[in-house]
C-alpha cells in the first residue's frame, strides 16, 4: 500500500501548503480593507448612505415648478393687481388640488418669482411643498400679502437664469421641471433670450409660456409685435412645452388656472389652445436683446 510521502522541504503535504496559502491570502485582502477604513475621515462612514444609495422620498415630488411673473414697466398697477389675483385664485382653486391629489406622488413644490430687468428679480413666495388645499392656501397668502413692485425693462435673459439656478439648488427631485413665464413684451435687456431658453432645456427643464396680449387692441407695439409668436419662437421650450395667450383681464384667472393644471398633471393642451409657427415669418429672436 502506497502511503503518501510528506515534503522535508516544506514540512507539509500539497492540500495543507494550498489551504495555509488561502488563509494568507485571506489575511492580506482583510488588512488592505482595514487601511481603507482607516483613511476615511472621522464621521464620514456612519454618514455614508446605506448601499450607496441617497434617496429620500421626503424630497421627491411630482413637478418644480418655477412661477415667473413679469413686473416690468408695461404692467400698469392695475394689470398687476388682475394677474396677482390670477395666480392666487387658480392655486387655491378645486381644479389645481385635484390636480395636485391625483399626481403619482400627490405633491408639487412651487416657488413665486417676480421679475423686471437684469438683476431685477424678486422671491416673493419661496420653495414650499404644496399637497392639500390648506399647504396651497398658504402658499396663496404668501403672494396675495407681498407688495407690488414694478421695473422699468424687461428680461426675460436674466429671469430664465435665475428660474433654473432655483431649479438646481432647492431641496426637491421633481419627476419633472417646469418654468411658468408670463409677460407683455420682448426680452430687451440682460444677453440673448435664447440661449438662456437653450441652457435651461440642457438642464432637462421645460419652459412654458403665458404671453400676455391685453394690450394689443390700444398699442400699436404690442400689436405688432405678435408677444404669441415671440414666446412660442424664443422663450418657450422643452418637452411638452406649449403656451396659452391671454388677450383679456377677464380669461386671465380662467388661463392660469388652465397653464397650471396642465403643468401639474403633465399633459399637453389641444392643438386648438396653441397657435403654431407654420404659416408665418419666425421671429428674429435676437432683435431686441
Known sequence: MCVPRLSLTAG?????????????????????????????PAGAAGNAPLLGYGYDPDREVDVELV?????????????????????????????????????????????????????????????SLITDAPSAAAFAAKIAEAPLRQRQRTS??????????????NRFEGLRKVIDISGDGPNNQGGK??????????AGITINGLPLMMKSERDAWQSM???DAYY??????GPGHFFIPVRSREQFADAIRMKLVLEIAGLTPETGLVHRAS???PVNCGLYD
Open 232 to 237: 412660442e419662437d424664443c422663450v418657450i421650450g
Open 67 to 127: 412661477l415667473a411673473v413679469d413686473i416690468s414697466q408695461s404692467m400698469d398697477r392695475e394689470e398687476q393687481e388682475v394677474q396677482r389675483a390670477g395666480y392666487v385664485a387658480a392655486l387655491t382653486s378645486p381644479q389645481v388640488i385635484d390636480a395636485i391629489r391625483y399626481g403619482p406622488t400627490g405633491r408639487i413644490a412651487v416657488t413665486y418669482m417676480e421679475w423686471g430687468g437684469a438683476g431685477e428679480q424678486f422671491i416673493v413666495a419661496d420653495w
Open 156 to 169: 426675460i435673459a436674466s429671469a430664465l437664469s435665475q428660474a433654473t439656478a432655483m431649479v438646481a439648488a
Open 279 to 281: 404659416g408665418r415669418k
Open 12 to 40: 507539509h503535504s500539497l492540500p495543507d501548503r494550498v489551504a495555509r496559502l488561502s488563509l494568507s491570502l485571506v489575511g492580506w485582502l482583510f488588512s488592505l480593507a482595514l487601511v481603507g477604513l482607516s483613511s476615511v
Open 225 to 227: 409685435l405678435n408677444v
Open 193 to 202: 433670450v435664447a440661449l438662456f431658453r437653450d441652457q435651461a432645456i440642457a
